[in-house]
């Protein structure tokens, strides 16, 4: 496709309920980034692919997040048993390279706990 | 690991220039430059990888410092356009992952 493409864009999910948050990553592009903005906040790392291999995951608040990219290419973020304070927007991010190439971002999912 | 922002908001007429600084503790491997507007995903502006490199397009530039530790944002003659939140982004010696700074918020007024 021609950007990053993020689905949905908007979801709200009752407390407990488990969601599943699709990053398209730009074809071709190895690396991928999720990242958690709170409202007026700056991006939060939350993990890193490198093709299918989950290279880092050390920003994953709890053990209710979990990635993955089985084929390189889509990637879902899961949040179980989602609490209030997983309201964010969720912002997926592609890049062509490993670490000196520009990243392209997804216009995120903005995710509020009820 | 979290770089550091300066100044974290920015007021300026139309035609007037900022400078937004971003340091980090620990050498880098390089600074990425976006600008996000509200509700929109964050742009890239420019990416620096050497130490002491310095580089632009349009009224925008950006200097790398000799130590790779810190990194300046220039925006000159700044146009109504130029509003949004700036973050740089690093990427330390030896690692893979992107860390946003915490953002610097320039209003630009008419």
């Known amino acids: 496709g021609a950007g990053v493409s993020q689905s949905p864009r908007y979801k709200v999910a009752k407390r407990g309920q488990d969601v599943a948050l699709r990053c398209d990553p730009i074809?071709?592009?190895?690396?991928l980034f999720w990242y958690q903005q709170a409202l007026g906040q700056g991006p939060e790392f939350l993990t890193y692919?490198?093709?299918?291999?989950?290279?880092?995951k050390s920003g994953l608040p709890s053990d209710r997040f979990f990635a993955e990219r089985p084929e390189g290419s889509v990637s879902t973020l899961k949040i179980q048993r989602t609490q209030q304070e997983d309201s964010a927007v969720y912002l997926c991010a592609s890049s062509q390279g490993y670490r000196n190439t520009e990243a392209f971002f997804g216009q995120g999912t903005r995710l509020t706990v009820v | 690991q979290q770089p550091v922002q300066s100044p974290q908001a920015v007021i300026l007429r139309e035609g007037e220039d900022a400078v937004i600084n971003c340091s980090s503790s620990k050498a880098l491997y390089s600074v990425h430059w976006y600008r996000q507007k509200h509700g929109e995903a964050p742009v890239f502006l420019m990416i620096l990888l050497k130490g002491g490199e310095q580089k632009g397009h349009d009224k925008i530039s950006a200097s790398f410092n000799e130590k790779k530790q810190q990194s300046s944002l220039y925006l000159t003659a700044s146009q109504l356009s130029y509003s949004g939140t700036y973050f740089c982004?690093?990427?330390?010696?030896?690692?893979?992952?992107?860390?946003f700074g915490q953002g610097t918020r320039l209003t630009i007024n008419p």
């Open positions: 692919f490198q093709n299918e291999a989950q290279l880092d």
């Open positions: 074809s071709g592009h190895v690396s």
């Open positions: 982004i690093i990427i330390i010696q030896g690692a893979q992952k992107l860390v």
